[in-house]
């Protein structure tokens, strides 16, 4: 089966640009979507189809994908955006799966 | 304003069943696929089922085929997860999503219902 393996933990300062990776098997050959979800909440869609998007999403967050890895980079980084993050593809093994998250810590 | 509010959750004994219920507004229901995710505690999201629009089509992860059916009542603007013979690991906060268009992306999710399994 399909595996999406994300760093457990990513820090970076406020106002500098963080980068989460999303790894899988030419995962390039797949479209990514990334989750933001904040302690207690439900997640909320920041990228979809690898960099598109949705509305009310501040253009400080984008996505790229290539290879064995995808990447939201997330620029200007503010205090709110300390989350959890999460990449999903779909596989035809899988259906929809996700990787196992990243803490942004923003220090 | 899209509006999905889960219920039904709390705690059961192992082996034992519980119906979660997902209420949807603010959209038309009958035209999205719509799905179920849990989430066990402090761990991280798990695609657990879905369904098509008018529930014709039904996938599930493999850790819960046979126990667990996905359903939906259009006309109430409702999801349903029927778990039965659940067990210790199926403990989780569980949601309802949309799905965007014919996507795998989940573009709508509601707050969740915790579901505990335990003795």
Not at chain 1, 51 to 63: A, K, Q, T
Not at chain 2, 73 to 80: G, I, M, T
């Amino acid at each position: 089966s399909y595996v999406l393996t994300q760093p457990p933990s990513v820090s970076v300062a406020p106002g500098k640009t963080a980068r989460i990776t999303c790894g899988g098997n030419n995962i390039g050959s797949k479209s990514v979507h990334w989750y933001q979800q904040k302690p207690g909440q439900a997640p909320v869609l920041v990228i979809y189809y690898d960099s598109d998007r949705p509305s009310g999403i501040p253009e400080r967050f984008s996505g790229s994908n290539s290879g064995n890895t995808a990447t939201l980079t997330i620029s200007r980084v503010e205090a709110g955006d300390e989350a959890d993050y999460y990449c999903q593809v779909w596989d035809s093994s899988s259906d929809r799966l996700f990787g196992g998250g990243t803490k942004l810590t923003v220090l | 304003e899209v509006q999905l509010v889960e219920s039904g959750g709390g705690l059961v004994q192992p082996g034992g069943s519980l119906r979660l219920s997902c209420a949807a507004s603010g959209f038309t229901f009958s035209s999205y696929w719509m799905s179920w995710v849990r989430q066990a505690p402090g761990k991280g999201l798990e695609w657990v089922a879905n369904i098509k629009q008018d529930g014709s089509e039904k996938y599930y992860v493999d850790s819960v085929k046979g126990r667990f059916t996905i359903s939906r009542d259009n006309a109430k603007n409702s999801l349903y997860l029927q778990m039965n013979s659940l067990r210790a690991e199926d403990t989780a906060v569980y949601y309802c999503a949309r799905s965007l268009g014919e996507s795998p992306v989940f573009d709508y999710w509601g707050q969740g219902t915790l579901v505990t399994v335990s003795s």
